[in-house]
């Protein structure tokens, strides 16, 4: 992927301190001290332009979020979404969000195991040549990461436009003996879903009538036993 950012781009992420952070290994253990509260703390991998991410924090203010990206024009984009996400209030630092420029091969020197409680992961790259299976956000190598990095709540939440690679993710969420829940092969079939916030990809496709992808996994122990209790009351058990 190959972005043609602004001149000066990195000067304008190193002037925002506030809101960036571009050596994220440095708080590994430590992003509840940088927010400055012990709120549950979401991260979205591959956050592109930071819609979805700017869009969350603005509406869910009990929770920190961290926007994770590799590319310094995407963090860029994204730190003005966030900054225009809280105009209305006339704030101009959103207190409860990070963007963290990272590699997502490098996410257990970033977080602590055990410090994150969900992961968004919205329209991934599918990566659809087999010999790069491998790359795919949801393949096992992956999940081995995220299952450290994740408390005993933690929740992996999934969508994307890619038939195949969410055959993909929902076998390999099994194979990994992950419980999926809230799966739906068509989000918006009955028409704009307002209960979820959509990214730049999501506002698009839908607009074309391209069918959107969705499922949420159960990471944590503790969300494993929660889920349970609620499914058994749906049942009536």
């Known amino acids: 992927m190959r972005l043609r950012g602004r001149k000066g781009i990195r000067e304008n992420l190193e002037q925002q301190k506030d809101l960036v952070v571009l050596d994220p290994q440095q708080y590994k253990g430590k992003w509840a001290s940088l927010f400055g509260n012990d709120k549950p ?31 310094d024009e995407l963090i860029r984009r994204a730190s003005e979404k966030g900054r225009n996400a809280w105009a209305a209030e006339n704030v101009e630092t959103p207190p409860n ?22 992961i968004y992961l919205n329209f991934s790259d599918p990566w659809p040549k087999i010999k790069h299976g491998r790359r795919r956000l949801t393949h096992p190598r992956f999940l081995d990461k995220y299952r450290v990095i994740l408390n005993e709540r933690g929740q992996i939440h ?10 993909f993710s929902l076998n390999s969420f099994a194979d990994y003996g992950l419980q999926m829940t809230n799966i739906s092969l068509d989000l918006h079939r009955e028409g704009l ?22 499922c ?7 969300a494993l036993a929660a889920y349970q209790t ?8």
Do not use: W
């Open 230 to 237: 609620e499914r058994l009351k749906k049942y009536g058990k």
């Open 41 to 71: 703390i979401h991260v979205e991998f591959g956050m592109g332009k930071g819609q979805f991410i700017s869009q969350m924090s603005y509406k869910n203010q009990d929770v920190n979020f961290i926007g994770v990206d590799m590319y």
């Open 216 to 222: 949420e996994v159960i990471v944590g122990e503790e």
């Open 97 to 118: 969000l990070k963007l963290a420029l990272m590699n997502i091969e490098n996410v257990e020197e970033v977080f602590e195991p055990g410090e994150i409680e969900r």
């Open 158 to 167: 999934f969508k994307t436009d890619s038939v195949s690679l969410f055959e």
């Open 193 to 214: 879903n307002e209960e979820f916030v959509m990214t730049e990809y999501e506002t698009k496709f839908v607009g074309q009538g391209v069918k959107i992808h969705r």
